[in-house]
């Protein structure tokens, strides 16, 4: 292969995106993706395993990625998360009950391998994904070790006790 045809297949990748779709069952993700395809939108069942289209758009192509439920597949998708470009997220605007709890939702975020020598702290994780910048959830960063189990009781149950005094309210 010649130089000038490697470099050309680095410019093809570079216009590669990748784009993890979420969201609720029945938000209408599948719908979605079809309709952007071109495709019939009558009928979709409900994706049982994952759809992945390739859709040309503004010179690039995207590699959308579309989980459904249940699947006997989910090993493979970790593949395909580890080089994630973009998420989107899609809400069923009609769903006014699972819309209040989502807009509720509190995040998480495990800072792992807090055991490993060299790993950043909590804080510095923080700063480096702006978690700051969130005010329209509760959010929460946690350093824990799965490895060891070190400090992820912490942070479930913070977890539990935000989700809990949100549905739940003291009197
Ligand atoms: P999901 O992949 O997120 O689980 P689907 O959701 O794409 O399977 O869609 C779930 C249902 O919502 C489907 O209806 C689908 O037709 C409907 N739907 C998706 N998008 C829209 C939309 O923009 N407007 C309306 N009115 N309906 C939509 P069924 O009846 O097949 O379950
Ligand atoms: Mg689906």
Redesign the pocket.
């Known amino acids: 292969m010649g130089l000038l045809t490697i470099l050309k297949k680095m410019r093809e990748k570079e216009r590669e995106l990748r784009l993890l779709v979420l ?1 609720l ?8 993706l079809k309709r952007l395809n071109g495709e019939d ?1 009558g ?2 069942s ?2 049982l395993g994952f759809n992945i289209k390739t859709l040309e758009h503004r010179g690039f192509q995207l590699h959308v990625w ?1 989980v459904g439920g249940q699947s006997s597949l989910r090993s493979y998708w970790r593949n395909y998360f580890e080089s994630t470009d973009g998420l989107v997220w ?1 809400v069923d605007s009609s769903d006014r009950q699972r819309l209040q709890r989502l807009a509720g939702a509190t995040l998480l975020v495990f800072a792992n391998k807090q055991d490993l020598p060299g790993a950043l702290p909590a804080g510095a994780i923080r700063q480096a994904l702006d978690l700051d910048s969130i005010r329209s959830h509760r959010w929460r960063i946690q350093g824990c070790s799965a490895f060891t189990g070190r400090d992820l009781l912490p942070g479930l149950d913070w977890l539990l006790d935000n989700i809990g005094g949100r549905l739940c309210p003291p009197d």
């Open positions: 969201g069952d029945n938000a209408g993700k599948t719908t979605l939108v009928g979709t409900p994706t579309d899609v």
